[in-house]
């Protein structure tokens, strides 16, 4: 009895020893993924990228149920509104995607201004074009406009095939509306690949005509408004979407590409110009905490 006794409590011993280590080797793991995050916070810059898709005004019965259903990437005017004001009023620096690639993503970078590099960056980004955004977005830029006298920049990937066309539950905003926005310097026009098809899931002559034919149809929209040749050059791949053979097949007409997958766009070493992360927003976030994001906070 006494021998088992003893062989019991070298074992409760030994095992408590084994438990004592692998606590501690999983504190010092989660210890230097924390330091680790925080490290990479502190050295690279972020820039906060975010994806929007409706914005819908309350006040409008034909924006809300039963004239139209709710979905959860909406996002509403009023705050829409607050968000892009509290932006401008703290002097951020709103990037276009030509902007991106020319000082953060290029082979040869522009090399930025001690004003430039000083200011806090974002991007806003709109997919899919519809009707309502358009309609809702563009009074706010004026507004902000007249009032700060800061003419910002929206970045809106578009299906070009479905410009003016009314879709199922959401119209899409016509050539005609992306032109004044264009014209007035608020937009940024860009692809979201013509008809918004799932690239992955197209051959070469498919990716052709949704890839080169919404460059052709965007910059045939835009014509004599862009002087600069900055329309269609980048592409949000749809559903977020894309393979090794896309990507082959995008290098051929596209500076860079965008992810939609709720991660924050670094300035680290390992940032890929065809695979630019997008924070995605839905109805559920408030303003506070997209003004959270925007500087980098965390949820
Ligand atoms: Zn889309």
Redesign the pocket.
């Known amino acids: 009895m006494k021998v088992l006794v003893t062989t019991w409590d070298k074992f409760k011993v030994r095992y408590a020893k084994i438990l004592k280590k692998l606590a501690i080797f999983c504190l010092a793991f989660w210890i230097g993924i924390g330091l680790f995050r925080i490290s990479t916070e502190l050295l690279f810059e972020e820039i906060p990228i975010f994806g929007f898709?409706d914005i819908v005004d309350l006040n409008n019965p034909k924006e809300q149920p039963p004239n139209r259903p709710e979905f959860s990437s909406d996002y509403t005017k009023a705050d829409f509104e607050i968000f892009l004001t509290q932006l401008v009023r703290k002097n951020y620096w709103f990037l276009t995607s030509q902007d991106l690639y020319d000082y953060f993503l290029s082979d040869t970078p522009k090399s930025l201004s001690p004003e430039q590099r000083k200011r806090k960056k974002v991007a806003i980004a709109i997919?899919?074009g519809y009707q309502s955004a358009n309609d809702n977005i563009l009074p706010i830029l004026e507004k902000l406009d007249r009032t700060y006298d800061t003419p910002i920049k929206i970045v809106w990937?578009v299906?070009p095939a479905f410009m003016g066309i009314p879709g199922t539950y959401l119209d899409h905003a016509s050539c005609e509306d992306f032109r004044i926005g264009l014209e007035k310097g608020y937009y940024d026009i860009q692809s979201?690949t013509s008809n918004?098809e799932d690239l992955t899931q197209l051959d070469a002559e498919g990716l052709t005509k949704e890839l080169l034919g919404s460059q052709q149809l965007l910059r045939e929209c835009t014509k004599g408004l862009d002087p600069k040749g900055q329309v269609a050059n980048h592409i949000?791949y749809?559903?977020g979407k894309v393979n090794k053979f896309v990507l082959k097949e995008v290098k051929k007409y596209y500076r860079s590409g965008y992810l939609?997958n709720g991660k924050t766009f670094r300035l680290d070493w390992f940032r890929n110009r065809y695979f630019i992360p997008r924070m995605t927003v839905s109805r559920s976030h408030t303003v506070k905490q997209l003004l959270k994001m925007a500087s980098g906070g965390w949820l």
Do not use: V
């Open positions: 898709h997919d899919d990937f299906n979201h918004h949000s749809p559903f939609y």
